[in-house]
């Protein structure tokens, strides 16, 4: 049967969730809200509007809409910035071998984040061009784990949901691509990712067999 690879980008191609940690501390400082790099790991694989709700909420304040709004748009403007300083030096280890190896044996591979910023963001680490379909934040309208960003990106790759391989990094996304039925493969912990159906700790530990076995099971 023809395979799908599907990637997430933020945890799973570039560690931009240093970035996020930096505006979003930011923006909650300004309001009187500490946060911690923990509250920034929940925020892995969440939108951006259910970012700043979840933040809102940790410190205990509300904003009229035209507040919610404008500190959003605040918040991408500073995340920008730190995008604006990536090259192709931050692509994750081993993600370049990955690809290359399903480009040899000729496998579709799409993207499939949450991100608004993806395009921008794959094309500062010279990466647009690798993937043969593109979906992201400004695609969907329901967030992970609703398995939506995944299923459309098997569409546009005219492979069978059940014969996609996910890799993701965030809990959510894991549940999102076991809800589409897809293979999913954790990359971080065993112990954050063990609903995968794989976990590694990063694409270092992945082979080339174990590419192949997915390629022709
Ligand atoms: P943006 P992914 C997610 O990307 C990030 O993990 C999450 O932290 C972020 O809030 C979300 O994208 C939205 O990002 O503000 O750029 O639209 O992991 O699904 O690739
Ligand atoms: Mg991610």
């Given at each position: 049967?023809?395979?799908?690879?599907i990637?997430?980008?933020?945890?799973?191609?570039?560690?931009?969730?240093?970035?996020?940690?930096?505006?979003?501390?930011k923006?909650?400082n300004?309001?009187?809200?500490d946060?911690?790099?923990?509250?920034?790991?929940?925020?892995?694989?969440?939108?951006?509007?259910?970012?700043l709700?979840?933040?809102?909420?940790?410190?205990?304040?509300?904003l009229?809409?035209?507040?919610?709004?404008d500190?959003?748009?605040?918040?991408?403007?500073?995340?920008?910035?730190?995008?604006?300083?990536m090259?192709?030096?931050?692509?994750?280890p081993?993600?370049?071998?990955?690809?290359?190896?399903?480009?040899?044996?000729?496998?579709?591979?799409?993207?499939?984040?949450?991100?608004?910023?993806?395009?921008?963001?794959?094309?500062?680490?010279?990466?647009?061009?690798?993937?043969?379909?593109?979906?992201?934040?400004?695609d969907?309208?329901?967030?992970?784990?609703?398995?939506?960003?995944?299923?459309?990106?098997?569409?546009?790759?005219?492979?069978?949901?059940?014969?996609?391989?996910?890799?993701?990094?965030?809990?959510?996304?894991?549940?999102?691509?076991?809800?589409?039925?897809?293979?999913?493969?954790?990359i971080?912990?065993?112990?954050?990712?063990?609903?995968?159906?794989?976990?590694?700790?990063?694409?270092?530990?992945?082979?080339?067999?174990?590419?192949n076995?997915?390629?022709?099971?």
């Amino acid at each position: 049967m023809k395979k799908g690879f599907i990637f997430d980008l933020d945890g799973v191609i570039v560690d931009t969730a240093k970035y996020h940690f930096l505006a979003w501390k930011k923006l909650a400082n300004g309001l009187g809200i500490d946060f911690t790099e923990e509250e920034n790991e929940q925020l892995k694989g969440v939108s951006r509007v259910r970012s700043l709700q979840k933040i809102l909420t940790w410190g205990n304040k509300s904003l009229s809409s035209e507040e919610f709004t404008d500190l959003m748009a605040k918040k991408n403007d500073d995340y920008l910035s730190y995008i604006d300083t990536m090259d192709e030096s931050e692509v994750l280890p081993d993600v370049h071998k990955v690809l290359d190896i399903l480009k040899r044996h000729k496998q579709p591979v799409a993207l499939g984040s949450a991100s608004k910023n993806a395009k921008p963001i794959l094309e500062k680490v010279n990466l647009l061009q690798d993937f043969n379909a593109i979906v992201d934040g400004n695609d969907v309208s329901r967030a992970k784990p609703d398995p939506e960003v995944f299923v459309t990106a098997s569409r546009l790759l005219g492979v069978d949901p059940k014969a996609c391989i996910v890799f993701e990094d965030s809990v959510a996304g894991v549940e999102a691509a076991n809800i589409a039925g897809m293979v999913s493969i954790g990359i971080g912990s065993e112990k954050v990712l063990g609903h995968a159906d794989y976990v590694f700790k990063d694409f270092t530990q992945i082979s080339e067999d174990f590419l192949n076995q997915l390629i022709n099971e």
